[in-house]
């Protein structure tokens, strides 16, 4: 793989520096336009992309989540709200300095514990460590997205907590909604609860690209919450948590679940009994401790459950309905509903026996919510949890194809933190981020290691890196806001938006392997599933947008946007790129720490270098001719980066 992509990177940096005006129509365009975001491209664009206590934690009792939630949801005045740290940047070692290597090893851990590293965080992480830098991100407040989006609601007009969805609304509130999703993945301190909750959101998926959830904005923030307080918790308490949600229930449809009435021709739904199992806890078949496939004696895999089953834990999801209500067959569109735990309605509950897997009953007459805790108790003890979660936590922050020592390592502490309790998810983010294979895979197995940049962690690490501002919007009441993160339209442009997989199984697959070099190996690539011919195209001209005259100090900048558009590139701060553009090789060194931790292989690096050298600024222009010249030459750095194929896998 490494030698195809420096042969494909070979080639089109070779076409880059035989023709640089090719380079400058290719990525010189977009700059920022409005909704539709429909940036100029060409094929070089398209080619730089292409190539490319107990065993048990003791369970959370409804009435604490009821609370927990209740005090979200009167308190947003009290909301902290993230803003860009503009303050100057410390001067990063520079190559072959005694603290490089530091630098570099930070730059990596970064990419796998936030939304992208930033010059500040790795001095910070290059003074205290990584382990004390982890101990601070435990320590830090969550920031909740729900309080900052009533507190958006306000300053917009709307009202907060509607008694009836105005599907008229139902587009600018989700508007808000994403806006601060980006802005506190980009600007948010607790960047580690806030990618851990991002990951789990990959795991445990709702998603509103249907009608199902178009119109609760609230209660997706609210979800986000909970994925992000359970981050550093238990997840055996996540799964209680995830499973009483309204917005799990109707996106799974255990809201309005009854129990069986042969003469009404009902029975129990079993989507989310059969979800919980093959995607949240257990998977399809049995594994062994390092993720492997156990086999029966014919060698076939084993599964892990069966129809049976699936019905008889559909039994025990019934008789949940919205919070807010007083009857069973009301229907409610409240935005208190779209956040409250569902409750339990006795005469819709199924309390008779139930067994599960053939051997695990569950006693009769026990209320709603006991037969749910008795149910999820049994799957979480079951062996499969650990690997099946580890592994794909595993994924999500660092490599697709963990080793099996590996898995096994992070399997262990997730059975058991070293005090007798499972699912201890900050003992399992320590056991992952701090694994020898996190820390020197790149190294050991080259071949096999890393994973590819998922295009919202492309995006957000390009405008953490440099300092990406919102730009206010204007409403139609001719109303002004602040500054906001405008990336709505992802989906659209990059294959991806959060809360916005086209089903329950996410954006793509852990076990995918894309058809070629990487199934023949055998190996796992789950990113490679969005990697469409059309998406290549569309994200290397958005990414050329992101770049290209996005830079603050010049006023073709947009003083404000359409406050309906869904995309809008941020601004960018560029002043240290700006002056490092004197010495090509210095603004190349210190984009290959911050964006790839050091990783540029030399012949990349010398191709790169060849062209800015071909085309740094001549001293003997005038002001204006050196100022296009130096922007020119920051922006296409920038963009040779992260439009490689090398920058492509996170390593």
Not at 279 to 308: C, E, M, R
Request: charged share 20%.
């Amino acid at each position: 793989m490494k030698k195809r992509s420096e042969v494909v990177m070979l080639g089109l940096l070779r076409t880059v520096v035989i023709s640089a005006s090719v380079l400058m129509i290719a990525c010189g365009g977009g700059g920022g336009g409005g909704g539709t975001m429909n940036p100029t491209g060409s094929s070089a664009v398209a080619i730089a992309s292409s190539t490319s206590a107990s065993s048990l934690a003791p369970a959370s009792s409804l009435a604490s989540i009821a609370s927990s939630r209740s005090s979200i949801a009167s308190s947003a005045a009290i909301a902290k709200i993230p803003t860009p740290d503009l303050t100057p940047d410390p001067a990063l070692p520079i190559k072959d300095s005694p603290n490089y290597t530091s630098a570099k090893e930070a730059a990596r851990f970064l990419a796998q514990t936030t939304f992208g590293p930033t010059a500040k965080d790795i001095d910070r992480i290059v003074r205290i460590g990584k382990t004390a830098w982890l101990d601070e991100q435990f320590s830090k407040p969550q920031t909740k997205h729900l309080l900052l989006l009533d507190q958006r609601f306000e300053q917009i007009g709307f009202v907060v907590q509607p008694e009836q969805d105005d599907s008229d609304e139902g587009y600018l509130r989700d508007l808000q909604r994403s806006d601060i999703w980006w802005e506190v993945a980009l600007w948010g301190e607790d960047q580690l609860r806030q990618r851990i909750a991002y990951s789990l959101s990959q795991i445990l998926v709702i998603s509103n690209v249907s009608d199902v959830l178009y119109n609760d904005t609230r209660g997706i923030a609210n979800y986000q919450d909970i994925l992000a307080q359970h981050a550093f918790g238990n997840y055996r308490d996540l799964l209680k948590a995830v499973t009483l949600n309204p917005m799990m229930g109707e996106y799974l449809s255990m809201v309005r679940n009854e129990k069986a009435d042969s003469n009404r021709n009902i029975r129990p739904d079993e989507n989310y009994a059969r979800e919980l199992m093959q995607l949240f806890t257990i998977g399809l078949v049995h594994l062994n401790l390092d993720g492997s496939v156990k086999l029966d004696a014919q060698g076939n895999p084993i599964p892990t459950y069966d129809q049976t089953t699936v019905k008889e834990l559909a039994r025990v999801f019934t008789g949940w309905n919205m919070a807010t209500i007083k009857n069973w067959w009301e229907w409610t569109e409240s935005g208190a509903s779209e956040i409250l735990p569902m409750k339990s309605f006795d005469n819709y509950h199924d309390f008779n026996a139930k067994m599960l897997f053939g051997d695990k009953p569950i006693p009769a007459d026990k209320t709603p919510e006991q037969d749910i805790d008795a149910a999820l108790d049994i799957i979480f003890t079951h062996p499969n949890v650990a690997p099946f979660i580890g592994k794909q936590l595993i994924q999500r922050l660092v490599t697709s194809n963990p080793s099996p020592a590996y898995v096994t390592r992070v399997a262990t502490v997730f059975n058991d933190n070293g005090q007798g309790v499972k699912g201890d998810m900050k003992a399992v983010v320590r056991a992952i981020i701090l694994d020898d294979e996190a820390q020197n895979g790149y190294k050991n197995s080259p071949s096999t290691f890393g994973k590819l940049r998922e295009p919202l962690l492309k995006t957000t690490h390009l405008w953490r890196a440099f300092k990406g501002t919102g730009t206010p919007t204007k409403l139609e009441n001719n109303t002004v806001t602040p500054p906001r993160l405008r990336f709505y339209g992802s989906g659209r442009l990059m294959g991806q938006r959060p809360y916005g997989s086209f089903s329950v199984f996410n954006f793509y697959r852990p076990e995918y392997q894309h058809p070629g070099e990487l199934k023949n190996a055998n190996m796992n690539s789950p990113e490679f599933q969005i990697l469409t011919e059309s998406m290549i195209m569309s994200k290397a001209s958005t990414l050329s947008s992101a770049i290209f005259w996005r830079d603050t100090p010049h006023d073709w900048l947009e003083p404000t946007i359409d406050g309906n558009w869904d995309v809008f590139s941020p601004r960018l701060h560029l002043d240290r790129e700006r002056e490092l553009s004197k010495n090509p090789a210095e603004l190349l060194d210190h984009l290959n720490l911050i964006l790839m931790a050091g990783q540029m292989s030399e012949q990349m690096y010398e191709l790169i270098l060849n062209h800015l050298n071909a085309n740094k600024v001549d001293p003997t222009w005038d002001e204006t001719g050196q100022m296009w010249a130096r922007d020119m030459l920051v922006y296409e750095a920038m963009f040779l980066v992260v439009a490689s194929p090398e920058y492509a896998a996170q390593r």
